[in-house]
């Protein structure tokens, strides 16, 4: 049974096997096609004869996807939680991926990035959260939890 909070635990390293879940694999998808948006607003910039402009926005589109896809994808092969805390952060990302998908249109055309900056602080925050709580629930790595906690929030500042 899943119950709302379990400790966030570090994941046993002997059990080197784990298969992703739905939830992993539907986060996997939305970056997918978030990345494809992407790919669209290249093609364009490129197709109208834009190929700096097109390549400078695809690659900033990019990195603020790829960057927390990544790290979330670590985090998630470290602390294998699957409590309803987790899969919520893990939906409230999803969303985040989707406010700036919606806005790579923008992006493209005009350079337009007050959704995106919305979406990206909305996809890191719970990042933030899952480290507090990894950090609390695993004495052993408290100290780098705090650190990425801490860092993750400064930077959120900026």
Known sequence: MNKIIRPM?????????????????????????????AAVG?????????????????????FALWWPWMH?????SGFDN????????VMVMMFGVILIAGNLPAFFDSFEIGLTAVGYITLRIPY????????????DYKITAQRYVWGLILLQCF
């Open 9 to 37: 635990l570090a994941r046993n390293r002997e059990d080197s096997h784990r298969a992703a879940t739905e939830l992993e694999l539907l986060f996997d998808l939305v970056f997918v096609i978030a990345i494809a948006l």
């Open 72 to 76: 979330l994808t670590w985090f998630a």
């Open 82 to 89: 699957d409590d309803t805390s987790y899969r919520l952060s």
């Open 128 to 139: 933030i959260f899952l480290w507090f709580r990894a950090g609390k629930d695993n004495p």
């Open 42 to 62: 290249l093609h364009h910039s490129i197709a109208e004869g834009h190929y700096a402009d097109g390549i400078v926005k695809f690659m900033l589109a990019f």
